[in-house]
């Protein structure tokens, strides 16, 4: 059984810069994982912010960015804003099945 | 403008079949890379994916559901649906329809969700 992990949770201070990551367990994280990213506010469906390690969708702020980052696929927020503080979940590939992170929950304090 | 709409039933029983439709718009499931998976959220926990099909008709499961989830799907209808046997109060939770494709990663776009509650 693949487990995706992510930090359960993390505090940030508005205008400050703070990285998610997200570790599977089967090995280093690569772009052949194909890392997505999600960010989920309550009572909504997620909303995609990046897709293949580093791509922005048309609607993804500037402030939010992709990367991999000491064998995790990483995403960086900078310049956060109090909108920001949600849920984020990490999504990776895995020959035609994905497996999504257990979340960071994110606060913006 | 790609849409996405889950029905289904909002309640079901232990040990029924929950059969789920997503219909969808903007986009073609025969286009070369794309796919519609189904992802669920229990209340208060994380997301968990269930199930992929792909333009190609490839299908994947959750390799912990495998024998209780079926997904087809109707290109001419433009619609996706899951069915998922031996239904669990464990199994309540709300159920998303998402889109796939090579452009755009998985599930760029989502439904808005259905809840499902599991009950006797």
């Known amino acids: 059984q693949t487990v995706v992990t992510q930090e359960p949770s993390l505090t940030v201070s508005p205008g400050g810069t703070v990285t998610l990551t997200c570790a599977s367990s089967?090995?280093?994280?690569?772009?052949?994982?194909?890392p997505n990213w999600f960010q989920q506010k309550p009572g909504q469906a997620p909303r995609a912010l990046i897709y293949?390690?580093?791509n922005k969708h048309s609607w993804t702020p500037a402030r939010f960015s992709g990367s991999l980052l000491g064998g995790k696929a990483a995403l960086t927020l900078s310049g956060v804003q109090p909108e920001d503080e949600a849920e984020y979940y990490c999504?990776?590939?895995?020959?035609?099945?994905?497996?999504f992170g257990g979340g960071t929950k994110l606060t913006v304090l | 403008q790609i849409t996405l709409e889950e029905s289904g039933p909002t309640l079901v029983k232990p040990t029924q079949t929950l059969t789920l439709t997503c219909i969808f718009s903007?986009?073609?499931?025969?286009?070369?890379?794309?796919?519609v998976g189904w992802i669920r959220q229990p209340p208060g926990k994380a997301l968990e994916w269930l199930a992929l099909?792909?333009?190609?008709?490839?299908?994947r499961y959750r390799p912990s559901l495998k024998s209780r989830l079926t997904i087809t799907k109707d290109t001419s209808k433009n619609q996706v649906v899951l069915t998922m046997t031996n239904m669990d109060p464990m199994d309540t939770a709300t159920y998303f329809c998402?889109?796939?494709?090579?452009?755009?990663?998985?599930?760029?776009?989502w439904g808005q969700g259905t809840l499902v509650t599991v009950s006797s």
């Open positions: 089967t090995g280093a994280v690569t772009s052949g994982y194909y």
């Open positions: 099909i792909y333009w190609d008709d490839d299908k």
């Open positions: 293949s390690t580093t």
């Open positions: 998402a889109h796939r494709a090579y452009s755009s990663g998985y599930f760029a776009y």
């Open positions: 999504l990776l590939y895995y020959g035609g099945a994905v497996v």
């Open positions: 903007g986009f073609s499931l025969s286009t070369n890379g794309v796919g």
